[in-house]
């Protein structure tokens, strides 16, 4: 095995990030129970912000971006894993204070770390990426609570990101009739492809709402928050669930108790980061089994690890739909 290996490196030069491919070393990589040879990543909005220095996503230079990660284990002091196990990584800092995906090695805790399914590649697992495993969460959020296709409706806020994509074509994969919010009306037709019933605009539920108002939803998968989710709660049916995954729109939540008094409403909070490892585990099996995986294919980019500037900025412009992932 190579001591050395490629990364996709940002450092700041006079407050400026710059992003750069380099040559690192086995003994360059941060603290961690697992060192994982990283066949795909992915390449997201937070990434797009780490990359491109637009947010302060990254504090400590220098940094290897990539918020997740799938591939092989080749070493490890943790009787969880042992090497040559399939293994992926979502969330827990990593591509923001600890080195990512973008790079062909990487050391992690054990604990960030789940078997990958039987048959599943890591090119799909950084397909699916953060946001699917999100969204399967929600769904199984939304099964556990009682919430069927036969109850109703099921709306999907922010239905055009990566969660609310990915929710919008398991639930319909699910056989529930799905109706996604979005605020860009050129996206219908993609929606309609992942298997979207009805487009609601954004607008509808951005308004300010009464307490309550007429019951439309037996179930909600809510990626926005703040106003979005203050509507969409008014608008439950009795005894209606909402995952509610995201805070895009904001963390203030201005309601009232009725939805929960007086229709039975419940508000599931899912946080894939902190999800236990079983929990976790138990998604990503039902991913490989549920998830449309010839849709999934179609909406898939690949790109190797020297494109992944070029592609942070086009994230940032807006030119870029579907799952991006990064070859290694």
């Given at each position: 095995?190579?001591?050395?290996?490629?990364?996709?490196?940002?450092?700041q030069d006079a407050q400026q990030t710059l992003a750069a491919i380099e040559q690192l070393s086995l003994d360059q990589l941060p603290e961690g129970e697992v060192l994982v040879a990283v066949?795909?990543?992915?390449?997201?909005?937070?990434d797009g912000l780490a990359i491109t220095g637009t947010g302060k996503i990254v504090r400590h230079f220098p940094h290897v971006p990539g918020i997740d990660l799938a591939g092989e284990v080749i070493s490890s002091e943790s009787a969880l894993f042992k090497p040559g196990d399939r293994v992926v990584l979502t969330g827990w800092g990593v591509g923001e204070r600890h080195w990512g995906g973008h790079a062909q090695r990487a050391r992690v805790k054990a604990k960030w770390l789940n078997h990958l399914p039987t048959g599943f590649s890591s090119a799909r697992a950084m397909a699916v990426g953060t946001a699917g495993l999100t969204a399967m969460l929600c769904m199984m959020a939304l099964q556990t609570s009682g919430i069927t296709p036969h109850d109703g409706p099921i709306l999907v806020t922010g239905a055009?990101?990566?969660?609310?994509?990915?929710?919008?074509?398991?639930?319909?994969?699910?056989?529930?009739?799905?109706?996604?919010?979005?605020g860009r009306a050129a996206l219908e037709p993609?929606?309609?492809?992942?298997?979207?019933?009805?487009?609601?605009?954004?607008?509808?539920?951005?308004?300010?709402?009464?307490?309550?108002?007429?019951?439309?939803?037996a179930g909600a998968i809510d990626t926005v928050g703040s106003q979005t989710l203050a509507t969409l709660l008014s608008q439950m049916r009795y005894n209606g669930a909402?995952?509610?995954c995201g805070l895009a729109g904001g963390m203030d939540l201005h309601t009232t108790v009725f939805p929960f008094i007086l229709r039975g409403v419940r508000l599931l909070g899912i946080d894939s980061v902190y999800a236990p490892a079983p929990h976790r585990q138990q998604a990503w099996q039902q991913l490989a089994q549920q998830l449309p995986m010839a849709l999934l294919d179609s909406l898939t980019r690949h790109i190797p690890l020297e494109a992944c500037p070029e592609a942070a900025n086009q994230i940032m412009a807006g030119q870029i739909q579907g799952r991006v992932v990064v070859d290694l």
């Open positions: 095995m190579s001591d050395t290996f490629k990364a996709l490196v940002l450092r066949e795909h990543s992915s390449l997201n909005y937070k055009a990101g990566g969660v609310g994509s990915i929710a919008v074509a398991l639930l319909a994969a699910a056989g529930y009739e799905v109706h996604a919010s979005s993609y929606l309609k492809e992942l298997g979207a019933h009805h487009i609601i605009p954004r607008e509808q539920l951005s308004r300010e709402s009464r307490p309550l108002e007429s019951e439309q939803w909402v995952a509610a």
